[in-house]
T-cell receptor
Framework: TQLLEQSPQFLSIQEGENLTVYCNSSSVFSSLQWYRQEPGEGPVLLVTVVTGGEVKKLKRLTFQFGDARKDSSLHITAAQPGDTGLYLCAIQGAQKLVFGQGTRLTINP | EAQVTQNPRYLITVTGKKLTVTCSQNMNHEYMSWYRQDPGLGLRQIYYSMNVEVTDKGDVPEGYKVSRKEKRNFPLILESPSPNQTSLYFC????????????FGSGTRLTVV
């Protein structure tokens, strides 16, 4: 069983649409990180959320940490082709990052 | 620019021929780690290092070695590569807790034939 469940696994939408991807767990976390990975490149940190209920914005991306600190969401407004990539949530485990399986997002022009 | 540099980016080799993938970071981070990424299996940790001369196994260490003689460098060594080590490899570094995120290298795509 995955510690972090991400949904959907795949998402393909048109440019300009809005979308939300989710990262869920039955465990409580002290913090959670979101990364974006483009094909053939390493994951790049987007944000770390720490406080239950916290909302962070990064241009058109809005990240939310659940009140109970068991889940998180990423909302993208007016998606653009440059948003295409693999979105990974991760938590700090014992001496390592534990990743979800990711949401592979494709934005079609 | 703060970064983690891996070399080479691409490597094709034959079974049994020893190879080293280099990793260097310029952020003075204590913690460094190696991951491999495979379709359907996600990112899995191979080895990590908390500081110079301190290394330990991750989830999939078989067939790999590492060393940490200097703070900035953390090479990954495959003494006798096999086809099941064909994968995309990433080096990462962070401050001690990793709480505020890791910096990843651009990756090394290794093919063992």
């Amino acid at each position: 069983t995955q510690l972090l469940e991400q949904s959907p696994q795949f998402l393909s939408i048109q440019e300009g649409e809005n979308l939300t991807v989710y990262c869920n767990s039955s465990s409580v976390f002290s913090s959670l990180q979101w990364y974006r990975q483009e094909p053939g490149e390493g994951p790049v940190l987007l944000v770390t959320v720490v406080t239950g209920g916290e909302v962070k914005k990064l241009k058109r991306l809005t990240f939310q940490f659940g009140d109970a600190r068991k889940d998180s969401s990423l909302h993208i407004t007016a998606a653009q082709p440059g948003d295409t990539g693999l979105y990974l949530c991760a938590i700090q485990g014992a001496q390592k990052l534990v990743f979800g399986q990711g949401t592979r997002l494709t934005i079609n022009p | 620019e703060a970064q983690v540099t891996q070399n080479p980016r691409y490597l094709i080799t034959v079974t049994g021929k020893k190879l080293t993938v280099t990793c260097s970071q310029n952020m003075n981070h204590e913690y460094m780690s190696w991951y491999r990424q495979d379709p359907g299996l996600g990112l899995r940790q191979i080895y990590y290092s908390m500081n110079v001369e301190v290394t330990d196994k991750g989830d999939v260490p078989e067939g790999y070695k590492v060393s940490r003689k200097e703070k900035r460098n953390f090479p990954l060594i495959l003494e006798s590569p096999s086809p099941n080590q064909t994968s995309l490899y990433f080096c990462a570094s962070s401050p001690p807790t990793g709480y505020y995120g890791y910096t990843f290298g651009s990756g090394t795509r290794l093919t063992v034939v």
